[in-house]
């Protein structure tokens, strides 16, 4: 495994290779079923999640700017990754694509002309949607 690897020379295929060969090498893939993957990821995210709790913005980037508390943040980031990327590889889920499908179900749940700037759930503006002319769903 390589150290030099980046967000952009890496691809998603290579990721998983990588936590799946790390799990291989321990005899780990025994334990990595679907529930107990996602019950670790929510625990990780759990943890990620500390770095925030009871701080405000300005205090969390005043944090971040120190080495150490961005060097551990990363690792927390990175152990939410390796439960994803494992996750998709154990239950047969192209991330890449299912990213990209999630992302044109979001674009008509929340298009840019309307939402731009604005922080509401689509369930908010559903009527405005349904009211915009240029929709080819409009008023049905």
């Known amino acids: 495994m390589t150290s030099t690897a980046s967000d952009t020379t890496a691809t998603i295929a ?14 780990w893939e025994q334990f990595h079923h679907p ?3 996602g019950l670790a990821l929510a625990i990780e ?6 770095h925030f709790r009871y701080r405000d913005n300005e205090r969390i980037a005043k944090e971040l700017a120190k080495e150490s508390v961005h060097t551990e943040l990363a690792h927390e980031l990175a152990d939410c990754l390796w439960l994803l990327l494992r996750l998709g ?3 047969d889920v192209d991330l890449s694509r299912s990213l ?4 044109v179900l ?11 700037g604005r922080s509401d759930k689509y ?7 349904e009211k915009d002319p ?5 008023g049905s």
């Not at 990209?100 to 992302?103: A, M, V």
């Not at 240029?134 to 409009?138: E, F, I, K, V, Y």
Request: aromatic content about 10%; overall charge negative; glycine content about 4%.
């Open 14 to 27: 290579q990721l998983k290779q990588w936590v799946r060969d790390f799990s291989q090498e321990r005899d």
């Open 35 to 37: 529930k107990d993957l």
């Open 45 to 50: 995210v759990g943890e990620l999640l500390e």
């Open 89 to 91: 590889d154990v239950c």
């Open 100 to 103: 990209r499908e999630k992302l």
């Open 106 to 116: 979001a674009a008509e749940k929340y298009p840019a002309d309307l939402v731009r």
């Open 123 to 129: 369930t908010y503006y559903r009527g405005e949607l």
């Open 134 to 138: 240029r929709r080819d769903d409009a």
